[in-house]
């Protein structure tokens, strides 16, 4: 079964730093997204992406956060100079389309920590 | 903004028992998806509901969406510890980018 995978499960970082989270979206998916979930809140969404530019993003994704697809596999999100309140579970999704009833998949999850 | 709500946070209930799960928003969603979430693991989608009134069945789980679709229930019959977990709303946001936006979840525990 095609699933969605993420690289790596978890991530340490000290604060200032920058981390790039990975992703491999399903294959034939053409949908990108990215969200996160502070630990006891809820799933945020950041950033969707589609035709390799972002189609809508959230006021979390400042200027610190970008998203490429460098190869057409990968899906990255990059978070320039992190800090303490970045520290979240990040998930990657796809769809095979942007419409309202397509499944998005979700990637088991990075989780984040910043020191 | 659109908020979706769900109630209650927790849920904690012996085997056999029935139980309801609510997602309630003051927006209009073009569908809801209900998920479940293990702990490390990222959401995976239960049900799609898209046309106000909607009624699936996934087993012993029924969701509905209601008729105005700003709002949807979960009702799963003779509960069981396998279906401990998270269970998360998300509606369909405005644009047509995919976005989902998420209820903050239902904890539920079944007690053998």
């Known amino acids: 079964e095609p699933e969605v995978t993420q690289t790596p499960s978890h991530q340490v970082t000290q604060m200032g730093q920058e981390v790039i989270l990975r992703c491999v979206p399903i294959?034939?998916?053409?949908?990108f997204y990215w969200y996160r979930q502070i630990l006891g809140q809820k799933v945020e969404f950041l950033v969707s992406f589609y035709n390799n530019e972002i189609s809508e993003k959230s006021e979390i994704f400042d200027d610190q956060f970008s998203v490429e697809r460098p190869d057409g596999s990968n899906f990255t999100l990059k978070i320039r100079s992190t800090k303490l309140e970045d520290s979240a579970m990040y998930f990657c999704a796809s769809a095979g389309t942007g419409r309202v009833e397509t499944e998005a998949f979700f990637g088991q999850g990075t989780r984040l920590t910043v020191v | 903004t659109q908020l979706l709500e769900q109630s209650p946070q927790f849920l904690s209930i012996q085997e056999g028992e029935n139980l309801t799960v609510y997602c309630n928003s003051s927006?209009?969603?073009?569908?809801l998806q209900w998920y479940r979430q293990e702990p490390g693991e990222g959401p995976v989608l239960l049900v799609t509901?898209?046309?106000?009134?909607e009624v699936k069945k996934l087993k012993r789980l029924t969701f509905q969406f209601g008729d105005a679709r700003k709002d949807s229930s979960l009702h799963i019959t003779a509960a069981q510890p396998g279906d401990t977990g998270l269970y998360l709303c998300a509606g369909a946001g405005s644009g047509n980018t995919g976005k989902l936006i998420f209820g903050q979840g239902t904890t539920l525990q079944v007690k053998p």
């Open positions: 294959s034939n998916h053409l949908y």
């Open positions: 927006s209009v969603f073009s569908s």
């Open positions: 509901v898209v046309t106000g009134g």
